[in-house]
Nanobody, 123 residues
Framework: QVQLVESGGGLVQAGGSLRLSCAAS??????????MGWYRQAPGKERELVAT???????VYSDSVKGRFTISRDSAKNTVFLEMNRVHPEDTAVYYC???????????????WGQGTQVTVSS
């Protein structure tokens, strides 16, 4: 079935850069990808949106990362990236890849999630 695999997480110093990748596989012809993006969750906090990119190219960023992070995609490969620049210790979290899809001929949509990749920013 559908599988999302994140990579690129790790330990980075404050002010440094990191690039996350998410490769999605297992989609069938009846799947329509509406949106791909990244969410994160720090210990004791709710999962929050980081950035998303829609099938039409519409971009959404959280205020906390705007100007520092860049989301991009390779639609042909069903892959989404997150370029993290000038990272802060507050960016430390588990980052989850998300894909929102709709089946052709149906109105319902559903979300698929990756297992998450840890990003730790040291000061």
């Amino acid at each position: 079935q559908v599988q999302l695999v994140e990579s690129g997480g790790g330990l980075v110093q404050a002010g440094g850069s990191l690039r996350l990748s998410c490769a999605a596989s297992g989609f069938r012809f009846w799947h329509i990808i509406l949106r791909m993006g990244w969410y994160r969750q720090a210990p004791g906090k709710e999962r929050e949106l980081v950035a998303t990119i829609s099938s039409t190219g519409n971009l959404v960023y959280s205020d906390s990362v705007k100007g520092r992070f860049t989301i991009s995609r390779d639609s042909a490969k069903n892959t989404v990236f997150l370029e993290m620049n000038r990272v802060h210790p507050e960016d430390t979290a588990v980052y989850y890849c998300n894909v929102n899809v709709q089946r052709r001929g149906l109105i319902d949509d559903r979300d698929y999630w990756g297992q998450g990749t840890q990003v730790t920013v040291s000061s």
